[in-house]
């Protein structure tokens, strides 16, 4: 059962990121990954914000633990994507662009994670 509530919550949260990235490219732009950027910070944020929940509360069954974490959150944050990205950045000789996305994409998303949790601590 814990596979099936994975795999859908995995193709909501695949969509979710498609949809993000669509509406970012169409609105900032393509030339940079601002959409995989965006997507990871809001992706972790989010994640706080839950397992922030799980250990407070602790109300929630496991299967929508994991419906949630590793199903929607999982299809939805792209760090995957990130590396690709990364990589093509700097093969494309933009080494300072390259540097700064990696940086920027994982202490935004680390930050995000504990605003998260902080956010939940101190208005739950």
Known sequence: M?????????????????????????MISASFPYGTLIINVLGSSIMGVIIGYFALKGQASQHWRLFLTTGILGGFTTFSTFSLEAVLLYERGETVAASLYVAASVGLSVAGLIAGIWLLRHFS
């Open 2 to 26: 814990g596979f099936l509530i994975v795999f859908l919550g995995g193709g909501i949260g695949a969509a979710a990121r498609h949809g993000a990235n669509l509406l970012v490219a169409k």
